[in-house]
Structures are given as structure tokens and as C-alpha cells.
């Protein structure tokens, strides 16, 4: 990855910050020793399926929501999404909530926007079929979901809207760790040090999609930075260093 200016504290849009902290006042992000499913010891984690209170879901569609806005304002080759899609099951009431207020931000923009998210088991009786919500045949289908690690998820999503006669013109997630692909020894615990991308990264190389998150892990190094916590920032400094993705 080129070298590029860190973000500070102050340097962070409102936005992210306030999601940042409510993250981190409700122990949504949470610090220790965690493995992940590569063989990692992660010195973070991160669980959107604690964003269960009204509070905490109004934080993260809100967070969403000027993701998106900016997103595509950055962006003005992608078109205006049909549909706002929550991949089964944790993005599903991301995506309902997201376009809530996404509505209620500029309801002239997103009036006739739809959400549709997949069930895990296709209805073989009633409406049938997989999908809940809108239809996404013909349509352009901005995906949502919380965090991607290996990417086969991702990859799943992009199948199964391109299977219902979709297209994906984004995908927008809640935090990018901003770290390479595993190596094939990991889950033995070795590390090679070799040079990957990251899963997001090989997603956009893959299938030519644009991707957003509302944060990175350099966004919460750097509120963290502006709270003093400096065991944590350590931590996730070296965790940095040691598995940065290289796109």
C-alpha cells in the first residue's frame, strides 16, 4: 500500500467519529486477544450484531447513510442505486435502517429506492423464491454489509444479485481492517511476510466494483490517539504494521 498521510482526530468527518464512540462505548469494538477464522490474533474485534438498541442501530444507519451520500458523490460514474441490498443476516436490518435514513436525509433522492436482502433457504411455497423485498432483476444494487475478511461472502453477494438479473455498482462496509489476505500457513500460526492485498481490494480487481467503508482501522487509531489509550494504540499500531494490505 503507498504511503499516504495518516487521518487524525481532528481530520475525521463528524460522522465517523460519532459512530466511533458509540462503537466504542458500547463495547461494539472491544480490545484483547482474538482469533479470527485466518489463524490471526487480532488485537481488536468487532461485532455489528450488537447494534440491537435504537440508539445503536439510528448510530450505524446514520453512519451508513453519509457513507453512501459521500460515496457516490466521489463517484459520479456509478449510477443512482434501485435498490439498498442487506446480504443474510446480519446486513439485513443494516439496509432497512440505512434507507430509513437515508429517506429521511433527502427524501427527493431516495423516495424510490428499495431494500431487498436473501434468505438462507429459498421459499419453495407463498411468494417463493430467495429474495425478500424488491426484485433486483434490472436493477442497480448497492450492497451493505458490516465487515469483510476473507471476501468469500462478498463473492457469494455478487453471484447470487448477478443470478437474480442485477447489477452490483457498490459495496459499502462498516469497517475495512485494511489488512492483507491470509498466507497459506496462517492457521499454523506462520506468517510469511509476503505482500496481498486485502480482500475488499481483490473484490474491486475481481469484478471492477467501487467500495466504501465508514471507517478503516487508521480511523480508529486515530480517535483513539485523541483519548489516550495507549496500550490499545500500540497494539493495533504493530497489528498494522505487521498485516497491512499492500492495495
Not at 6 to 14: D, E, Y
Not at 39 to 61: D, K
Not at 176 to 186: F, I, L, Q, S, W
Request: neutral net charge; aromatic residues 8%; glycine residues 10%.
Amino acid at each position: 500500500m503507498a504511503a499516504s498521510a495518516q487521518p487524525t482526530s481532528s481530520t475525521i468527518p463528524a460522522y465517523k467519529t460519532a459512530f466511533l464512540q458509540s462503537c466504542l462505548s458500547a463495547n461494539v469494538l472491544t480490545f484483547g486477544t482474538y482469533t479470527l477464522k485466518s489463524g490471526r490474533q487480532s488485537p481488536y474485534f468487532f461485532n455489528a450484531g450488537s447494534f440491537h438498541t435504537g440508539p445503536l442501530l439510528s448510530a450505524i444507519s446514520t453512519a451508513y447513510a453519509h457513507t453512501i451520500i459521500s460515496f457516490l458523490s466521489s463517484h459520479p460514474s456509478i449510477p443512482k442505486p434501485d435498490i439498498i441490498f442487506g446480504p443474510a443476516y446480519k446486513a439485513i436490518p443494516l439496509a432497512c435502517s440505512t434507507l430509513l435514513e437515508l429517506h429521511r436525509l433527502d427524501p427527493q433522492t431516495w423516495s424510490s429506492v428499495s431494500y431487498s436482502f436473501n434468505r438462507k433457504e429459498v421459499k419453495d411455497h407463498g411468494e417463493g423464491g430467495g429474495i425478500v423485498g424488491a426484485s433486483l432483476k434490472g436493477k442497480n444494487v448497492l450492497v451493505i454489509d458490516d465487515v469483510i475478511t476473507a471476501g468469500t461472502a462478498m463473492r457469494e453477494t455478487m453471484n447470487l444479485v448477478a443470478k437474480e438479473g442485477g447489477k452490483v455498482v457498490g459495496f459499502v462496509v462498516a469497517l475495512d481492517r485494511v489488512e492483507k489476505m491470509p498466507g497459506p500457513r496462517e492457521k499454523e500460526g506462520v506468517h510469511d511476510g509476503e505482500p496481498r492485498m486485502s480482500a475488499i481490494g481483490q473484490i474491486r480487481q475481481e469484478f471492477g466494483v467501487q467500495t466504501a467503508s465508514i471507517v478503516t482501522l487508521d480511523d480508529l487509531i486515530a480517535v483513539l490517539k485523541g483519548k489516550g489509550e495507549e496500550g490499545d494504540i500500540e497494539r493495533l499500531e504493530e497489528y498494522r504494521r505487521r498485516y497491512l494490505a499492500s492495495d
